[in-house]
């Protein structure tokens, strides 16, 4: 009950498209999931992060889209550039612990 | 100001030695985490202090594993008696509040842990 399953494990895009990520969760005590970029030999970054009570949140060129009966959430990467080019992780939390669990990461290329 | 700083950045080790791994959270943040990121896995929840309260120890392996914070701000990660599953990343994170389901989770850059 406190996995979350990530998809794709790597994702290879030219720059200009769309990069796709999705994840499911099984715990309905989630309250919290944000998505962390993780560049080599560095510590992974906040990138993005929504409620369930939301269906839909956008900043710039990333956007997660929210399917609270499915239990399911999406990052989408518009516009992908060769500099988004790292390990994109979401992750899930409820409000009574402090743990982030998190899926098992994305390796998204983005090709010149 | 500073982000979350960890050391050393790299150890490698032999097998049955103890090791211990610092870090320095965010100042003035009251919650500290530990996770490991083995190679090509996700990164895996080991513990957590908040503030004064007891620890969230549940993600921690094996009795091998402990860790403190002194003071409220430094934590050391000890590892007793390597063993080769240990090799990871371990990373370090600190947060404002911890009590908050929103709040913020700031990583540092991890230490590579190798054992021979």
């Known amino acids: 009950q406190q996995q979350v399953k990530q998809s794709p494990q790597s994702l290879i895009v030219q720059k200009g498209g769309i990069s796709i990520i999705n994840c499911a969760y099984e715990?309905?005590?989630?309250?919290?999931f944000p998505w962390y970029q993780q560049f080599p030999g560095k510590g992974p970054a906040l990138l993005i992060a929504?409620?369930?009570?939301?269906s839909e949140k956008k900043e710039g060129r990333f956007t997660i889209s929210f399917n609270k009966s499915a239990k399911q959430f999406s990052l989408h990467i518009m516009d992908s550039q060769p500099g988004d080019s790292a390990t994109y992780f979401c992750a899930a939390r409820s409000g009574n612990t402090g743990k982030l669990i998190f899926g098992q990461g994305t390796t998204l290329q983005v090709k010149p | 100001g500073a982000g979350v700083s960890q050391s050393p950045s790299n150890k490698v080790t032999e097998k049955g030695k103890d090791v211990e791994l610092r870090c320095d959270p965010i100042s003035g943040h009251t919650a500290l985490y530990w996770y490991r990121q083995s190679l090509g896995q996700g990164l895996e929840f080991l513990i957590y202090?908040?503030?004064?309260?007891?620890?969230?120890k549940s993600g921690l392996p094996s009795d091998r594993f402990s860790a403190e914070r002194t003071g409220g701000s430094v934590s050391t990660l000890t590892i007793q008696r390597t063993q080769q599953e240990d090799s990871a990343v371990y990373l370090c994170?600190?947060?404002?509040?911890?009590?908050?389901?929103?709040?913020?989770?700031?990583f540092g850059p991890g230490t590579r842990l190798t054992v021979l």
């Open positions: 994170a600190s947060s404002s509040s911890g009590t908050l389901s929103t709040d913020t989770q700031y």
């Open positions: 929504i409620r369930p009570d939301v």
């Open positions: 202090f908040q503030g004064n309260s007891a620890p969230d």
């Open positions: 715990n309905t005590a989630f309250d919290y």
